[in-house]
Structure formats: C-alpha cells, structure tokens
C-alpha cells in the first residue's frame, strides 16, 4: 500500500482538509490559533511549515480521512 501523502503538497493536502471539513471543523480537530481565528490557507501554510508537530497532526489527519475513503 502506497503512502498517501506521497507526491502531495502541503497545499493541497490542507485545501482538501478545508474541503471536507471546513474551517470550523478542522479547527476543531486540531486545536491551533490559524484554524481557529481568521483562517486562510497562506497563513495556515506559513505556520504549518515552521511548526513541524502541527504539520504532523495535518498530515496525520488527511491520512485518516485517505483511509475512510478507501
């Protein structure tokens, strides 16, 4: 089984959390300020970037959500 995340930008992996979820679920989910208050994808991937345990819970997320799909 191949790794979901494989060939996925960061990007594109919280425009489809946004997708499914929406802001106010996501944030939610993960508990972090950029998702909570005033949400936008720029911000969100400015944070996520420099914070690599909130990156791992988004990743950790869409892998899940990757999972219930199947």
Avoid at 5 to 28: F, P, S
Avoid at 35 to 48: G, Q
Wanted: aromatic residues 8%; hydrophobic residues 40%.
């Amino acid at each position: 089984m191949r790794d979901p995340l494989h060939g996925m930008t960061l990007q594109a992996i919280l425009e489809r959390l946004v997708e499914h979820y929406g802001w106010d679920a996501l944030g939610q989910r993960i508990r972090i300020r950029c998702f909570m208050s005033d949400p936008s994808i720029k911000s969100s991937l400015t944070f996520l970037r420099k914070t690599p345990w909130a990156r791992l819970k988004v990743e950790n997320l869409y892998r899940a959500l990757v999972g219930e799909a199947e």
